[in-house]
């Protein structure tokens, strides 16, 4: 696996692809094989006539994804590769993230809620060759669970995972979890693997149902060939060569000679000039990603709502999202963006600095002094952290930016050894991932320790809620009170931006930042 | 010869287990705990402790330092934390890039300065040497990650090379070539500036001794005394500096190999810092010692080789 490897010519890609399908249906390599459709399951092939997979398209990631097994892995990098080879029981879609069926077709719920029954589609096939059933299941969520693997946290509420029939799943909950479908389909993290690999090493070697297999991975990139047994439509391509670029001006200039077909590496200061380029297509959306800034609340002077609420009020919002994305980020001032179905339009804060002055002067909190931590890793909080201390200087604020390596951060921000900080949160789907770690009373991420026992109740019932508009308003009510805090200082939803070359078709960029070619199309 | 290379051989295993040890024991006191940046925005208390556990951190330090040396002896490296694979596989994989780039670095360098060198050295102070001296002097003072990013803008296009990655020899010379000769060009024209300058000082210094004005005060030609009394004495001294250029390029260029997606160890060795990835960086550090080691004693032995009178100490 790890041999690097360069890739075949697109001929002997083909020959080989024609040649594994025709060994696959029994029938000789000749020009009538040819057009025949290489699936034998094709349980959802309807349009007769649809052209074969052509061209491998090269895809040159920002970064260098760490290792491959998708229920260790935290790396987005290492996601915008496995996105095409696994699948989950159920996925977002990719207009509003609302769960779909993926390898489950359909599912019930009892009536009180604690059990959720899967039924899983038929004729699902792995890259090794094995059938899907619900024994797979069974062993991947157990992995996880049992072996306390980075997503164990997501079956938090999840008592017993069962098979109940050869495909059929059945999962029992401690309490009711309205959120359970984006805590199974969120992302790949919770991805079905064959219940044989146990003997694989599954950092290297990927097994899964995608539309794509990983047939080889190097130091400077990983490889993908389409999967013909795949359960769903054919991909438009023969694979996908992942590149890691993370210079962009190298990923730039490959886009324009035609050496790289995608990328994501496109810093917001050329967006403009991309928009306008001929043969380069690019692709926005607002993310589900968000910044924030969070205040020590354990100790003074940020121990006083007030004192927040002046620095909430002091800042120029539209500046500091301009700043940190060059005007690739909407500004929110809360952390669901618009257009999701959970978000709200709440903005209280209108920036006034004669009423922050006046907040800072009743705390006694005059000439106020502080720092904000902030990770060298994440370039828009760095570049947002210097907009705000200027910002504060203009209301006698002395805010020191303390720009550290991200490994020292995580520690600090452990241990509390903060008087602020700034970061991101990147891929939330659901209100509960949005606000309940974050907020309530010793959450697990509630590094800033903010307790409000309001919140605190709204959140317990929003998160056991099952009706979505009475589960809405109770996280509407949450948001509110977290926003009034300033529990968070929320910035802004920075943009997804990915760039592609015109020859590349089908595909779009989603709010998600899922990267997904099964549907692309390549043009010669 | 043979006792003085074991001696040398002996010297280099202390030197390695100083390293191995100094190395283990300072990675304990850097700040940043692997765990949290491995897990990241999904650490919690439980799913730390069975990480750390699984990854042997949670051993006692001399158990673990005993059981990483010993593999080490053999060979093992131990697992790296960060990608589940051998670090010694890992850095098998990466070092055929990085000894393709130090090796074609150094012999742009050693274009660029062995003849400008010359030619300075000749003519000191003239026209010809105020060309040579602005010329290395601009070579040391571009930033190499702005000359990579200008070469992959205009050169990469215009010749149609690629603007990033490695293609194994073995698997494709061409390819090889084409892959290795932008960053090299990058590595080399920064290296060769230094070394045109040594070439100068060291010629110049040469052909000031007193032999040299003996040759040439009994009528011997220029170029001979050049290339036979001067060349030759300022050549002990040039050696040393190239040893160690290569030395310092065969533990990877880390903003070359980041500007031009090239996988070689110094990449690798900057990815372990930034992840704690100690059994990978443990690695790397013991293996860039290696590197030294081995290339100084090439350089001492070598002297044996240009300098008779060494081999007679």
Same mark, same amino acid.
């Given at each position: 696996?790890?041999?690097?490897?360069?890739?075949?010519?697109?001929?002997?890609?083909?020959?080989?692809?024609?040649?594994?399908?025709?060994?696959?249906?029994?029938?000789?390599?000749?020009?009538?094989?040819?057009?025949?459709?290489?699936?034998?399951?094709?349980?959802?092939?309807?349009?007769?006539?649809?052209?074969?997979?052509?061209?491998?398209?090269?895809?040159?990631?920002?970064?260098?994804?760490?290792?491959?097994?998708?229920?260790?892995?935290?790396?987005?990098?290492?996601?915008?590769?496995?996105?095409?080879?696994?699948?989950?029981?159920?996925?977002?879609?990719?207009?509003?993230?609302?769960?779909?069926?993926?390898?489950?077709?359909?599912?019930?719920?009892?009536?009180?809620?604690?059990?959720?029954?899967?039924?899983?589609?038929?004729?699902?096939?792995?890259?090794?060759?094995?059938?899907?059933?619900?024994?797979?299941?069974?062993?991947?969520?157990?992995?996880?669970?049992?072996?306390?693997?980075?997503?164990?946290?997501?079956? =938090?509420?999840?008592?017993?995972?069962?098979?109940?029939?050869?495909?059929?799943?059945?999962?029992?909950?401690?309490?009711?979890?309205?959120?359970?479908?984006?805590?199974?389909? =969120?992302?790949?993290?919770?991805? *079905?693997?064959?219940?044989?690999?146990?003997?694989?090493?599954?950092?290297?070697?990927?097994?899964?149902?995608?539309?794509?297999?990983?047939?080889?991975?190097?130091?400077?990139?990983?490889?993908?060939?389409?999967?013909?047994?795949?359960?769903?439509?054919?991909?438009?391509?023969?694979?996908?060569?992942?590149?890691?670029?993370?210079?962009?001006?190298?990923?730039?200039?490959?886009?324009?000679?035609?050496? *790289?077909?995608?990328?994501?590496?496109?810093?917001?200061?050329?967006?403009?000039?991309?928009?306008?380029?001929?043969?380069?297509?690019?692709?926005?959306?607002?993310?589900?990603?968000?910044?924030?800034?969070?205040?020590?609340?354990?100790?003074?002077?940020?121990?006083?709502?007030?004192?927040?609420?002046?620095?909430?009020?002091?800042?120029?919002?539209?500046?500091?999202?301009?700043?940190?994305?060059?005007?690739?980020?909407?500004?929110?001032?809360?952390?669901?963006?618009?257009?999701?179905?959970?978000?709200?339009?709440?903005?209280?804060?209108?920036?006034?600095?004669?009423?922050?002055?006046?907040?800072?002067?009743?705390?006694?909190?005059?000439?106020?002094?502080?720092?904000?931590?902030?990770?060298?890793?994440?370039?828009?909080?760095?570049?947002?952290?210097?907009?705000?201390?200027?910002?504060?200087?203009?209301?006698?604020?002395?805010?020191?930016?303390?720009?550290?390596?991200?490994?020292?951060?995580?520690?600090?921000?452990?241990?509390?050894?903060?008087?602020?900080?700034?970061?991101?949160?990147? =891929?939330?789907?659901?209100?509960?991932?949005?606000?309940?770690?974050?907020?309530?009373?010793?959450?697990?991420?509630?590094?800033?320790?903010?307790?409000?026992?309001?919140?605190?109740?709204?959140?317990?019932?929003?998160?056991?809620?099952?009706?979505?508009?009475?589960?809405?308003?109770?996280?509407?009510?949450?948001?509110?009170? *977290?926003?009034?805090?300033?529990?968070?200082?929320?910035?802004?939803?920075?943009?997804?931006?990915?760039?592609?070359?015109?020859?590349?078709?089908?595909?779009?960029?989603?709010?998600?930042?899922?990267?997904?070619?099964?549907?692309?199309?390549?043009?010669? | 010869?043979?006792?003085?290379?074991?001696?040398?051989?002996?010297?280099?295993?202390?030197?390695?287990?100083?390293?191995?040890?100094?190395?283990?024991?300072?990675?304990?006191?850097?700040?940043?705990?692997?765990?949290?940046?491995?897990?990241?925005?999904?650490?919690?208390?439980?799913?730390?402790?069975?990480?750390?556990?699984?990854?042997?951190?949670?051993?006692?330090?001399?158990?673990?330092?005993?059981?990483?040396?010993?593999?080490?002896?053999?060979?093992?490296?131990?697992?790296?934390?960060?990608?589940?694979?051998?670090?010694?596989?890992?850095?098998?994989?990466?070092?055929?890039?990085?000894?393709?780039?130090?090796?074609?670095?150094?012999?742009?360098?050693?274009?660029?300065?062995?003849?400008?060198?010359?030619?300075?050295?000749?003519?000191?102070?003239?026209?010809?040497?105020?060309?040579?001296?602005?010329?290395?002097?601009?070579?040391?003072?571009?930033?190499?990650?702005?000359?990579?990013?200008?070469?992959?803008?205009?050169?990469?296009?215009?010749?149609?090379?690629?603007?990033?990655?490695?293609?194994?020899?073995?698997?494709?010379?061409?390819?090889?070539?084409?892959?290795?000769?932008?960053?090299?060009?990058?590595?080399?024209?920064?290296?060769?500036?230094?070394?045109?300058?040594?070439?100068?000082?060291?010629?110049?210094?040469?052909?000031?001794?007193?032999?040299?004005?003996?040759?040439?005060?009994?009528?011997?030609?220029?170029?001979?005394?050049?290339?036979?009394?001067?060349?030759?004495?300022?050549?002990?001294?040039?050696?040393?500096?190239?040893?160690?250029?290569?030395?310092?390029?065969?533990?990877?260029?880390?903003?070359?190999?980041?500007?031009?997606?090239?996988?070689?160890?110094?990449?690798?060795?900057?990815?372990?810092?930034?992840?704690?990835?100690?059994?990978?960086?443990?690695?790397?550090?013991?293996?860039?010692?290696?590197?030294?080691?081995?290339?100084?004693?090439?350089?001492?032995?070598?002297?044996?080789?240009?300098?008779?009178?060494?081999?007679?100490?």
């Amino acid at each position: 696996m790890r041999t690097p490897r360069a890739l075949p010519l697109v001929a002997t890609t083909a020959g080989l692809a024609l040649f594994l399908a025709a060994c696959s249906t029994g029938e000789g390599v000749d020009a009538e094989g040819l057009e025949e459709a290489p699936k034998a399951s094709a349980s959802t092939d309807e349009g007769a006539g649809a052209p074969a997979p052509e061209g491998v398209l090269v895809a040159a990631l920002a970064n260098t994804p760490d290792q491959f097994d998708p229920h260790v892995t935290t790396s987005q990098a290492s996601f915008q590769v496995l996105e095409n080879v696994y699948d989950t029981l159920v996925v977002p879609s990719a207009e509003d993230l609302t769960f779909e069926p993926s390898l489950a077709e359909e599912w019930t719920t009892s009536d009180d809620g604690l059990q959720w029954v899967f039924t899983l589609r038929d004729g699902v096939t792995f890259h090794d060759g094995s059938e899907l059933d619900a024994e797979d299941v069974v062993y991947s969520y157990t992995r996880i669970i049992e072996e306390e693997l980075s997503n164990a946290f997501r079956f =938090g509420t999840v008592e017993s995972v069962e098979a109940t029939g050869e495909n059929e799943v059945t999962m029992t909950l401690t309490e009711e979890t309205p959120n359970l479908l984006a805590n199974i389909g =969120g992302f790949k993290g919770m991805a *079905i693997v064959p219940s044989e690999s146990a003997e694989l090493d599954l950092a290297t070697q990927a097994v899964g149902t995608g539309p794509f297999e990983l047939v080889s991975t190097s130091a400077g990139g990983a490889t993908l060939e389409a999967f013909d047994d795949y359960w769903g439509e054919a991909p438009g391509i023969e694979g996908v060569e992942y590149r890691y670029v993370a210079e962009s001006a190298a990923a730039l200039t490959g886009l324009e000679n035609g050496d *790289i077909h995608w990328s994501d590496n496109v810093p917001a200061q050329s967006i403009e000039q991309l928009d306008e380029q001929e043969g380069v297509e690019l692709g926005r959306t607002s993310s589900t990603d968000y910044h924030y800034t969070a205040f020590n609340q354990t100790r003074p002077p940020f121990d006083d709502p007030d004192v927040r609420r002046a620095i909430a009020l002091a800042v120029d919002r539209e500046a500091v999202a301009e700043g940190a994305t060059f005007g690739a980020g909407t500004v929110n001032q809360t952390a669901i963006p618009e257009g999701s179905f959970w978000a709200n339009d709440y903005a209280p804060f209108e920036q006034d600095a004669a009423a922050a002055e006046q907040l800072l002067a009743d705390a006694g909190a005059e000439g106020l002094q502080f720092s904000l931590m902030v990770p060298d890793s994440d370039e828009p909080a760095v570049a947002a952290a210097q907009v705000v201390a200027s910002q504060l200087a203009d209301i006698g604020v002395t805010m020191t930016v303390d720009t550290v390596e991200t490994g020292i951060f995580l520690d600090r921000q452990g241990q509390g050894d903060f008087d602020a900080f700034s970061w991101a949160w990147i =891929g939330n789907i659901d209100p509960f991932d949005y606000y309940h770690a974050q907020h309530i009373t010793d959450g697990g991420f509630n590094f800033q320790g903010y307790s409000n026992p309001e919140v605190d109740e709204l959140l317990t019932q929003a998160a056991a809620e099952t009706d979505e508009d009475a589960r809405k308003e109770l996280y509407a009510e949450a948001e509110q009170l *977290i926003v009034d805090d300033v529990s968070y200082l929320y910035w802004f939803n920075p943009d997804v931006v990915e760039a592609w070359s015109s020859s590349v078709s089908g595909y779009e960029a989603r709010p998600d930042s899922a990267v997904n070619f099964e549907t692309v199309t390549l043009e010669s | 010869m043979a006792t003085y290379l074991a001696s040398r051989v002996a010297q280099a295993a202390v030197v390695l287990a100083g390293v191995a040890v100094l190395v283990f024991s300072i990675l304990q006191l850097v700040p940043g705990d692997p765990v949290r940046i491995a897990l990241g925005t999904r650490y919690t208390e439980e799913t730390g402790a069975a990480l750390r556990e699984r990854a042997g951190l949670d051993e006692p330090l001399l158990v673990q330092f005993l059981g990483w040396a010993g593999g080490a002896l053999t060979g093992d490296l131990g697992v790296s934390f960060r990608s589940g694979e051998p670090v010694t596989a890992l850095i098998l994989e990466r070092l055929p890039a990085t000894m393709s780039l130090a090796g074609m670095s150094i012999l742009v360098a050693l274009l660029i300065a062995v003849p400008l060198g010359t030619i300075s050295a000749l003519r000191p102070r003239s026209v010809v040497d105020g060309v040579a001296t602005v010329v290395s002097q601009a070579g040391i003072s571009i930033p190499d990650f702005w000359m990579g990013i200008l070469l992959i803008v205009f050169v990469a296009p215009l010749l149609a090379l690629p603007t990033g990655g490695y293609t194994p020899l073995t698997e494709d010379p061409a390819g090889w070539l084409r892959a290795v000769v932008l960053p090299a060009v990058t590595v080399g024209v920064t290296s060769g500036s230094v070394l045109t300058r040594f070439v100068r000082s060291s010629l110049l210094e040469a052909s000031g001794a007193e032999h040299v004005r003996t040759a040439r005060s009994k009528g011997l030609a220029p170029p001979a005394v050049m290339a036979w009394h001067v060349m030759r004495n300022a050549l002990l001294p040039f050696v040393t500096v190239l040893g160690v250029q290569l030395a310092y390029l065969l533990s990877g260029v880390v903003v070359v190999e980041i500007v031009f997606s090239y996988p070689g160890l110094g990449e690798l060795a900057l990815q372990a810092v930034q992840s704690r990835d100690f059994p990978l960086l443990q690695g790397a550090v013991l293996l860039f010692a290696c590197v030294f080691l081995l290339v100084n004693l090439l350089v001492d032995l070598s002297y044996a080789v240009l300098d008779p009178r060494v081999g007679t100490r």
